[in-house]
């Protein structure tokens, strides 16, 4: 039973890319993507809560994650999300956030994006929803790249506890007989979004060798590869052909992440060396399907078989510091979007 507080308590999941092919730099500085989005079970949570007395912004993380503390509130982009929100619906109010940190950081996981997207929802919800769906999209959109795919997914689980039996409200539309799984073909940035509505009837093994990995970074690494190596992008596959490919069994899919080369050609030595382990670890423990997700560095193993999956995730936990069993997350309809 989750500690009784007031206000909404919001799930903020996090995701995998399947597949990740990275086009060249536009003139604006981001990379044209073609991706693979699946949303999974494993992820934050948060308490969002109106503050009575004052119009400020509190912030208190908490969970097994701690973020750096050196690191002012107001750079976290859960708080930015408020500040974006409050400017583009004009809301005044003070809010408390406290934010159970479960994902890693720096770990391509989009824990931050989901954050920040769970709390535009959640806001959105408590004012009496003043903003269209599309217009937090576009504010997601102005936090990050990843934003907007969570928004579009609809997250998420959201209970308000201020109301009498803490009873979950607004369960919206579920749509019944539809087996959405939050997948989605992502391209543009990060904010071209089309939901697939697919069936994933497979597990995850995450494995985080606690190697932080800047996104920036690893865009920039990328294009430093492509210089020297002369080597071009590869062609864009299409939404049909890796839909096709999402309807297989795990074990046949050819999804790659452009990323994954380049650090193993010119990525840190730990890095080359912590991927290339696990990958490996991965497959030998009966994965059917394994990849890095986005820009590192997490990689995971998809594995049709469950019972192989608990093996494997409990052989992995006495190697490596961070790993997690989880589940492609079903879309439950618009739990707090209109
Ligand atoms: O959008 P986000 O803030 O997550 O992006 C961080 C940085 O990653 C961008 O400033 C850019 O350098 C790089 N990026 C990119 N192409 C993308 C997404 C991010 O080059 N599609």
């Known amino acids: 039973m989750p500690i009784m507080r007031g206000g909404l308590r919001v799930a903020a999941p996090c995701k995998i890319n399947l597949h990740l092919g990275v086009f060249d730099r536009r003139s604006d500085g981001y990379h044209p993507i073609e991706s693979i989005f699946q949303l999974l079970e494993f992820g934050d949570v948060l308490w969002i809560d109106s503050l009575k007395k004052s119009s400020g912004i509190e912030l208190c993380v908490e969970g097994p994650v701690s973020l750096n503390s050196s ?36 770990a391509g996981l989009g824990g931050g994006s989901s954050d920040a997207a769970a709390v535009l929802l959640a806001l959105n919800q408590l004012t009496g929803y003043p903003l269209s769906r599309q217009q937090l999209e576009n504010l997601a959109a102005k936090l990050g790249s990843d934003v907007p795919f969570f928004i579009k997914c609809g997250i998420t689980e959201t209970t308000d506890y201020s109301a009498a039996n803490a009873s979950t409200v607004n369960t919206g539309t579920t749509n019944a007989g539809t087996a959405y799984a939050g997948t989605a073909y992502v391209t543009g940035r990060g904010e071209q979004i089309e939901l697939i509505d697919v069936l994933a009837p497979w597990c995850v093994v995450l494995v985080n060798p606690a190697l932080h ?38 074990a046949s899919w050819t999804f790659y992440n452009d990323f994954l080369e380049v650090f193993m050609e010119i990525g840190r030595p730990e890095m080359q060396q912590s991927y290339s382990a696990i990958l490996r670890d991965l497959k030998a423990l009966g994965a059917d399907f394994v990849n890095l997700s986005g820009s590192g560095s997490t990689c995971y193993g998809v594995f049709s078989a469950v019972e192989s999956a608990k093996t494997a995730y409990k052989t992995l936990l006495n190697r490596w510091p961070f790993v997690e069993l989880t589940f492609p997350l079903a879309r439950r309809g618009n739990a707090v979007v209109q």
Request: with cysteine; net charge positive; charged share 25%.
């Open 213 to 250: 990995s800047s996104t920036p970074e690893a865009f920039a690494m990328l294009d430093t590869f492509r210089q020297k190596s002369g080597a071009y992008p590869k062609p864009l596959i299409g939404r049909d052909r890796l839909v096709r490919m999402l309807e297989t069994h795990p």
């Open 71 to 106: 690191v002012p509130p107001e750079q976290n982009i859960a708080y930015k999300a408020v500040r974006l929100f409050q400017s583009a619906s004009g809301d005044d109010s003070g809010w408390y956030i406290c934010l159970e940190k479960r994902v890693p950081l720096g």
